[in-house]
């Protein structure tokens, strides 16, 4: 009997919580509609159609995948850390000077040509992709090491991936300016906007199918970008030719 309360309290727990989440979707939608993508509606007035819903789509998906990376990672540093504190103050501090990095870099070491956007998405997507196979590993090897040794092994994790996503961001605008520069704030409010929607999305993953989908997810957004990269290098080199 009290083994049947304990499985009803999780389950109604459990809804409980997706409830939450749904109601928390659902306010944020409203809110990014609200204050970032009607607000912004207006620069794509007259603008290329193709750059428009092109550079959507590459925003989008850095936007998505960046989140569902951070989030997935944020939750199996978690269990590895022993607190989510650790987590928060370990992996979301290095993921984001890592990337902060990443993005100075991407000035001295452009990603200007099909080749190297190609190498630049597949290495991202692998990274994240690959993060299934081998983290499990590295856990069970250093678990019962001393927190010092877990930090440092989360940075080695962490660092590289962070510094690699710092890329996306600057390259995406390097690449719709050599096209038009005027829709460029319509493309940070949808990057911001889907970040803001992943937030939610990721935690609905991992509550719904577990982290591996979560992480699996953003390393297909990161492989769906190649094609929206080249098509906006594409674009790009038209208009160059086009000039006088």
């Keep these: 009997a009290l083994a049947g309360h304990v499985g009803l309290g999780v ?7 997706s409830g939450a989440l749904v109601v928390i979707l659902f306010v944020s939608v409203v809110a990014v ?47 590895y850390l022993g607190h989510p504190i650790y987590s928060l103050s370990v992996c979301l501090f290095s993921l984001i000077l890592a990337t902060g990095l990443g993005s100075l870099a991407s000035d001295r070491f452009a990603i200007a040509s099909p080749r190297a956007m190609v190498i630049w998405g597949l290495l991202v997507a692998t990274y994240i992709l690959g993060l299934q196979g081998w983290l499990t590993d590295v856990f069970h090897a250093t678990t019962g090491r001393e927190l010092s ?3 440092a092994v989360s940075l080695g994790i962490v660092l590289p991936l962070g510094f690699l996503l710092g890329f996306a961001f600057p390259t995406g605008m390097k690449l719709v300016e050599a096209v038009d520069p005027e829709p460029t704030p319509w493309f940070w409010g949808i990057n911001g906007a889907t970040g803001v929607l992943a937030s939610v999305l990721a935690v609905m993953l991992s509550m719904t199918f577990g982290i591996r989908v979560t992480l699996f997810a953003a390393g297909l957004c990161y492989l769906c970008l190649i094609p929206a990269a080249l098509s906006l290098i594409r674009m790009g080199s038209r208009k160059m030719a086009a000039s006088p």
């Design 11 to 17: 389950i109604a727990g459990n809804l409980l919580a």
């Design 33 to 79: 509609i609200g204050t970032i993508l009607l607000p912004l509606r207006g620069v794509t007035r007259n603008r290329s159609v193709p750059l428009i819903a092109v550079g959507s789509a590459y925003f989008s998906l850095i936007g998505m995948g960046f989140m569902l990376a951070e989030i997935g990672l944020l939750q199996y540093f978690s269990v």
């Design 149 to 151: 040794v877990r930090i």
